[in-house]
């Protein structure tokens, strides 16, 4: 659930945004392209949220996977539908992760 | 909602976190932190979201604001608390924000 990335530094892509609609389509839009992600090379992890924004953090090892990924053919198409149909707002930001800790409580 | 955060470059603090159980003490603290965070120097903002993980970000001009927050004496009670009663497991990840881009549907 908490993504177990390696150690920094990694690259972080934050997308916060705010849905227009329940819309079943997106649902299972987002599930294939969680799918599809984790197939990318450089693909590190994922961690997603949502109650009034949805905050969906993926890792990635490098800016270049960032951007293949980015300019997936299927992935355009989802941006694409997302911005006509499900986003009133969103937000990315490409983060480079210098430092990191953990608690786990055992 | 969204964090209207300045141009790159500033910082984000990405807490990924799962909880133990429900605690009305954590629903009061977790709100006085979010006050507390608003009013140090180097706030820029922040963004938050919980389902089965809970993800806050939040923003700040320098890695010395970073610092500041956390060693802020009331902040440093909540992390303690946090450790002992509310958190099975939590990541902190201190990262750079190269670059940002935004969809705003009018």
Chains 1, 2 share one sequence.
Not at 63 to 76: D, F, P, S, V
Request: aromatic share 14%; proline share 3%.
């Amino acid at each position: 659930m908490i993504s177990q990335t390696p150690k920094p530094p990694y690259y972080a892509v934050i997308f916060t945004s705010i849905k227009s609609n329940k819309d079943a389509a997106y649902e299972i839009m987002a599930h294939r392209m969680e799918g599809l992600a984790k197939q990318q090379e450089g693909y590190l992890g994922h961690e997603s949220a949502r109650n009034e924004i949805g905050i969906t953090i993926s890792y990635w090892n490098s800016l270049e996977a960032i951007k293949h990924w980015k300019q997936n053919t299927e992935h355009l198409l989802a941006q694409q539908y997302g911005r006509e149909k499900w986003y009133v707002h969103y937000k990315v930001r490409i983060c480079l992760v210098e430092r990191e800790y953990e608690f786990l409580n055992k």
